[in-house]
């Protein structure tokens, strides 16, 4: 019988916002703005979960934890993405991989890989060698290259379980 396997994708855009911390994969980066969002504004954990999310076969992000709801206000995208975790689990499937690219002018990325490497590693219950974290810029073109947001894209495979 050949395993079950399900690719999704996520996507997310934040624009940069002046008096907010920059959080990235659940690390707080130094930088002179942090992102617009009404949760911690963590585009990296935005699109893991969405990708999570879409190869179980459910909504995105939104519909689980809209910006309209207060308790989500400032929200840890990291609880957010333990939860949505809990959701694919309570569906049978595991997570095999994440591949990540972090789309932004500055700050650096690389630096700051490793630490959200053992976040999502600890959340997601897998390997870090098993989440790949990359950056690219937009070589100054677009709102990206204009230094007015970062954007994110992941990709994650899951497997359904065997005792599923």
Do not use: C, W
């Not at 920059?22 to 707080?28: P, Y």
């Not at 959701?87 to 591949?99: A, E, P, Q």
């Not at 959200?116 to 990359?134: C, H, P």
């Amino acid at each position: 019988m050949k395993p079950e396997i399900r690719i999704g994708i996520g996507f997310d855009f934040h624009p940069f916002a002046r008096d907010r911390q920059l959080i990235l994969g659940g690390v707080a980066i130094p930088h002179d703005q942090g992102l617009q969002g009404h949760s911690d504004a963590d585009a990296v954990l935005h699109a893991v979960t969405d990708a999570l999310l879409g190869a179980a076969g459910m909504s995105d992000i939104g519909s689980f934890f809209p910006d309209t709801d207060p308790r989500y206000k400032g929200a840890s995208s990291l609880i957010l993405l333990e939860k949505a975790y809990r959701l694919i689990r309570g569906k049978g499937f595991s997570v095999g991989n994440v591949d990540i690219v972090v789309i932004a002018e500055e700050p650096k990325i690389m630096p700051y890989s490793p630490a959200m490497k053992a976040n999502l590693s600890r959340v997601l219950q897998i390997d870090a060698q098993e989440i790949g974290v990359k950056a690219t810029t937009m070589e100054g073109k677009g709102p990206i290259g204009r230094r007015e947001g970062i954007a994110v894209e992941a990709v994650a495979l899951l497997y359904r379980d065997q005792n599923s």
